[in-house]
Every structure is written in C-alpha cells, then in structure tokens.
C-alpha cells in the first residue's frame, strides 16, 4: 500500500501538466521522453544490474496463482519486485508513481488504489509474445506504466515495445532511458520485440482494489 507516500508538490503539478490522463483517455496510450531525471534513472539501472549480477532475479512466469508458469519462448525477461525501503532510488520511484496515481485519479476517475511494480531485465534475444495485462480472473490491473533504464539506445538494437492499438497501425516505441509509456491494461495488446543488447525496465501496474 503507498498511501501513506507524501506527494512532492513540485513533480505533481509537473505530471499534470503533462496531460498523461487525456493522452490515455483519447489514444489508450501515453509516451513520455525524460520523464525521471538522469541521476535517478542511472542509479535505478545500476539497482537492476547489481541485482541481476547477484542472481536476485528469476525467470518471469506467465500467468497468475496456480496456473502460473515460466515459458521462455512466450516470456523471456527475468524480474524482481520492488519494494518499499529497498533502496533510496526505489523509494524516490514509487513516490514519483504516487504523484502519478493521484493525478490520473482527478483525470480518469479511474478509481487507481495501489501500484505493483519489478524490474525486469531482458538478455539479447528475449522477448515477450503479444499479450494483454489484464489476466483472465482478476480484472484489478488497470493503467500499466513502464519505465525504460537504458542509454543510448538506437533502433537498430530492436528491443521495442510494440503497441497493438485498435483499429490503428501498430507503434513501436524503443526502451530509451527515461522514457515512460502508459497504457490501459484491459485493452492494449502489446509485445517486447527481441534487442541485440540487454534490455533494462520498470514494469508496473495501477490497480483497483479487488
Ligand atoms: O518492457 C516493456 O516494454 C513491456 C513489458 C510488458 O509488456 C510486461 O511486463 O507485461
Ligand atoms: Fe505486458
């Protein structure tokens, strides 16, 4: 639960300034460039590799409860959950995802109460099949939001995520450094795209209470 994360008033009115609530609203999806700053997004890539290194993170599995299962082909990247008090750099991250939960509630009125989120790291090949977020028994996933951890990165080093989008084209959009994407769960089918480098990412999830 993060309720009790005080909201930083500054980045507040910076998120909604942004208009990520409309975005959502009229396209299904938002992409926001240098959305953290470079300090924060370099520590928070160093979390991930140090956890990486240390072996702290598993192979993803697909689906939920009983029915889960790690299937390499159909889901290839490694997570770990994030935590509050792990670390300084996680703890200013799910404040900065606070901040956005309040704002998307005063535009969507989507009734967002709590946010799950794990870094996740894909090695050079990995992907992630077409999917949607929602699972098939529990509808309390509603906006997911992914943060990209990696410099420098060029489009031809694949790795994109590419949104599926009703009825409209389909939009690849490359994991670079702080660039946040939103989208609603429900609806958007997505997929990773294989990269030829290793691909570094915060995966979360506004969800409703059950
Ligand atoms: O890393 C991405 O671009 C999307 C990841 C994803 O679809 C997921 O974890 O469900
Ligand atoms: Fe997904």
Request: aromatic content about 8%.
């Amino acid at each position: 639960m993060l309720t009790e994360i005080p909201l930083d008033p500054e980045y507040f009115s910076e998120i909604l300034r942004l208009n990520i609530g409309d975005d959502l609203a009229e396209h299904g999806w938002s992409q926001q460039n240098s959305f953290l700053s470079e300090e924060l997004t370099v520590t928070l890539a160093a979390e991930c590799h140090l956890l990486n290194d240390a072996g702290g993170m598993k192979l993803a599995g697909v689906g939920r409860g009983i029915a889960q299962a790690v299937r390499p082909t159909i889901r290839g990247d490694q997570i770990t959950w994030l935590k509050p008090g792990q670390s300084l750099a996680c703890d200013r991250y799910l404040q900065i995802m606070e901040n956005l939960r309040v704002a998307l509630n005063r535009t969507l009125f989507l009734g967002l109460d709590e946010y799950e989120s794990h870094f996740a790291f894909y090695k050079p090949g990995a992907s992630y099949l077409k999917h949607l977020d929602r699972f098939r028994d529990d509808d309390s996933r509603t906006v997911s939001v992914v943060i990209y951890l990696n410099p420098d990165w060029l489009p031809e080093q694949g790795g994109a995520l590419r949104l599926h989008p009703d009825g409209l084209d389909t939009q690849d959009i490359g994991p670079l450094a702080s660039r946040l994407v939103l989208f609603l769960s429900a609806q958007m089918l997505h997929e990773v795209l294989p990269a030829t480098r290793d691909r570094l990412s915060i995966a979360g999830w506004f969800r409703r209470r059950a």
